[in-house]
């Protein structure tokens, strides 16, 4: 379908340069498709033209829209306090406390394992994130004892995971299983907002660093994420 649309709109396209996708991306637009729809059409129309057929393509003639930005959808605390305690199952309130202390993704919660937690320096290894790339956030006492908590109650013997699935304890639970607890515990509590797991990353961090004095000397050493979950260390 996308070669035949293509074929149909590129008539005053160059094989030769590439120049002349504007009826292309018109007709995407036409029948409704986003500008990163359309980018990305085109950047798999440039790959065909330069890895495949060896051929030239000017980034210089070929017009890309603009993608939009718009802002996130931050909760404030009363928010996620009330989105906490409309969790009917500790199972879920845990996952989304979690959430909500480390700033993590739920493809990170996920995979987080029992040895991630840092109880001696007090930190959460976050391994293998966007990028590939590792990096600690700080654990709150409180998500500390909680996690506690849960792990005596939900244990499962021979697993390594945290959140270990309910079927096979030698596997983590599935993201499905965060986005529901979300969807949810949002329901319950009325948010009129729209809340989903990554909505916790944005949220609205009440204590600053001047509330914290004895971590300002260590405040410049950190990364985003670890200054993201030190600001919700006494949430």
Same mark, same amino acid.
């Given at each position: 379908?996308?070669?035949?649309?293509?074929?149909?709109?590129?008539?005053? /396209?160059?094989?030769?340069?590439?120049?002349?996708?504007?009826?292309?991306?018109?007709?995407? /637009? +036409? =029948?409704?498709?986003?500008?990163?729809?359309? +980018?990305?059409?085109?950047?798999?129309?440039?790959?065909?033209?330069?890895?495949?057929?060896?051929?030239?393509?000017?980034?210089?003639?070929?017009?890309?829209?603009?993608?939009?930005?718009?802002?996130?959808?931050?909760?404030?605390?009363?928010?996620?306090?009330?989105?906490?305690?409309?969790?009917?199952?500790? +199972?879920?309130?845990?996952?989304?406390?979690?959430?909500?202390?480390?700033?993590?993704?739920?493809?990170?919660?996920?995979?987080?394992?029992?040895? !991630?937690?840092?109880?001696?320096?007090?930190?959460?290894?976050? +391994?293998?994130? =966007?990028?590939?790339? !590792?990096?600690?956030?700080?654990?709150?006492?409180?998500?500390?004892?909680?996690?506690?908590?849960?792990?005596?109650?939900?244990?499962?013997?021979?697993?390594?995971?945290? /959140?270990?699935?309910?079927?096979?304890? !030698?596997?983590?639970? !599935?993201?499905?299983?965060?986005?529901?607890?979300?969807?949810?515990?949002?329901?319950?509590?009325?948010?009129? =907002?729209?809340?989903?797991?990554?909505?916790?990353?944005?949220?609205?961090?009440?204590?600053?660093?001047?509330?914290?004095?004895?971590?300002?000397?260590?405040?410049?050493?950190?990364?985003?994420?670890?200054?993201?979950?030190?600001?919700?260390?006494?949430?």
């Amino acid at each position: 379908m996308v070669c035949r649309c293509l074929l149909r709109c590129l008539g005053a /396209f160059s094989f030769s340069t590439g120049i002349g996708t504007e009826p292309y991306q018109a007709e995407l /637009f +036409r =029948k409704g498709k986003s500008p990163g729809t359309v +980018r990305q059409r085109l950047a798999a129309l440039r790959f065909f033209y330069v890895k495949t057929l060896r051929r030239a393509w000017s980034l210089a003639d070929t017009p890309y829209p603009k993608k939009a930005h718009h802002l996130p959808t931050v909760l404030s605390r009363e928010e996620v306090a009330q989105l906490l305690r409309a969790a009917r199952a500790p +199972r879920q309130r845990i996952l989304l406390m979690t959430l909500y202390a480390t700033g993590a993704r739920r493809s990170e919660l996920t995979h987080l394992k029992i040895s !991630d937690i840092d109880s001696q320096r007090m930190v959460v290894h976050i +391994r293998g994130g =966007k990028g590939r790339k !590792d990096r600690d956030v700080m654990l709150s006492p409180k998500l500390l004892t909680a996690l506690r908590t849960h792990w005596r109650y939900y244990h499962r013997k021979f697993s390594t995971w945290l /959140f270990p699935s309910n079927y096979r304890k !030698d596997r983590p639970i !599935d993201t499905k299983t965060v986005w529901y607890a979300c969807q949810k515990a949002a329901q319950r509590a009325g948010l009129q =907002k729209r809340v989903h797991p990554h909505t916790l990353r944005h949220y609205s961090a009440s204590p600053t660093i001047t509330e914290l004095p004895e971590t300002v000397a260590l405040w410049p050493k950190l990364t985003v994420n670890a200054r993201i979950g030190l600001l919700c260390h006494s949430a």
